[in-house]
């Protein structure tokens, strides 16, 4: 390659890490291009026609995974991204054309559990519980780099 079109860094994969990466690189002063294989940058969060007027908005549909530090790294609220707090729900839908609906507040989707089963309805207090618990703990190995494998 020529000076001028010398990269830095090449990111493989425009999915959600890559572009913030990409990103967060860009910010940092560093040459950056990002390459990815398919037609549609995003990867899981990305909206895509799955048949013809048909879209969805991928598997990661929702900020709940974007943590405090990358909002305020890349400035998102500045170019218009807004959080609200609110009862998200997560749809499974089945072959037969029925689906679980889980929300966000346990018991409404025990109520939707039971449908199903009553026994993983039962348990599904505790196992929102135990997230609850963990979640802390989760978010952190989720947000720190990993330990040095040098040090």
């Known amino acids: 390659m020529s000076g001028s079109n010398r990269y830095d860094?090449?990111?493989?994969?425009?999915?959600?890490?890559?572009?913030?990466?990409?990103?967060?690189?860009?910010?940092?002063?560093?040459?950056?291009?990002?390459?990815?294989?398919?037609?549609?940058?995003?990867?899981?969060?990305?909206?895509?026609?799955?048949?013809?007027?048909?879209?969805?908005?991928?598997?990661?549909?929702?900020?709940?995974?974007?943590?405090?530090g990358v909002i305020d790294a890349l400035q998102l609220e500045r170019h218009g991204l807004t959080l609200s707090a609110g009862a998200a729900s997560v749809f499974a839908p089945q072959a037969d054309g029925n689906g679980l609906?889980?929300?966000?507040?346990?018991?409404?989707?025990a109520e939707e559990i039971r449908a199903l089963s009553g026994s993983d309805a039962e348990r599904y207090g505790a196992y929102k519980a135990f997230f609850g618990r963990i979640e802390r703990f989760a978010r952190r190995m989720i947000d720190e780099p990993p330990a040095g494998l040098t040090s």
Not at 33 to 38: A, K, T
Not at 40 to 50: D, H, K, M, T
Not at 101 to 109: E, N, S, V, W, Y
């Open 101 to 109: 609906l889980l929300h966000a507040d346990p018991k409404r989707g």
């Open 9 to 68: 860094v090449v990111v493989i994969g425009a999915g959600h890490n890559g572009l913030t990466t990409a990103a967060l690189l860009g910010k940092a002063g560093r040459k950056v291009v990002v390459v990815e294989r398919r037609g549609v940058v995003g990867g899981l969060a990305a909206c895509e026609e799955f048949l013809p007027g048909y879209r969805t908005a991928g598997m990661l549909h929702d900020t709940s995974g974007i943590g405090p």
